[in-house]
């Protein structure tokens, strides 16, 4: 579940709850948004991989429709995370670079997509697809993989949507695994449709303050 503040009225803000939609995605997608509605949620966040065995191929249609499908029930598609699950062999820190350029065109996609249904964020978690390689070093790594985020980065500023790199903890993967670490590769691309943001789970882990400073901080 993810909260998401938006502005009620001037000096005044309201939380929309959103459910991440692979808790229940065995159902199908209208069922889905059925029982979110129900439930009293107000948008759901997607799982692309939810969506099809293969989201790539997903049409500038289907996410037309999904986003009519959601209103029709009431809700928003208040954005998309688990980005690079399938298809299979996805990765931005892959020693070659073709397969490299296919990730970032598929995340570079998957922000069209986001724009299309209505989405105001993307969650790039994807811990698997972010290792350390043999025969490579960590810095290297963190190279290749803040040229996808950068690309990624472009074309969220362009579509007006933001592109959330997620710290997630050392047990997930190596390259970024705190909201510091997240900043500077924010900073590092220095575009705005990039930024970070805070994953509790994976924060307490990880974070050496406690949660509610780090998010001061």
Known sequence: MSQHTESA????YSKRLSLCNEV???LAFEQQCALAAALGYRALE???????????RLSDSDALRIRTTAADHGLAISG???????????????????????????????????????GQYLVHGSGGQRSVW?????AQALA????????????????????????????????????????AVVRSVNTPGLRTMLDTCS???????????VIRH
């Open 80 to 118: 998309l995370h688990w980005l690079l699950v399938k298809p299979a062999g996805f990765s931005m820190t892959h020693p070659e670079a073709a397969v490299r350029e296919k990730t970032a065109q598929w995340m570079v996609r998957c922000v069209e997509l986001c724009a299309l249904m209505g």
């Open 144 to 183: 290749l993989a803040t040229e996808c985020w950068a690309k990624a980065g472009t074309a969220a500023t362009q579509a007006g949507v933001q592109y959330c790199v997620e710290p997630l903890s050392a047990d997930q993967t190596p390259i970024v695994n705190t909201v510091e670490q997240g900043i």
């Open 46 to 56: 997607l799982a692309p991989f939810t969506l099809t065995d293969d989201p790539t």
């Open 203 to 213: 924060g307490g882990k990880t974070e050496t303050l406690p949660l509610d400073q």
């Open 134 to 138: 043999p025969g490579q070093s960590h």
């Open 9 to 12: 009225s001037p000096g005044s």
């Open 24 to 26: 229940i995605g065995a």
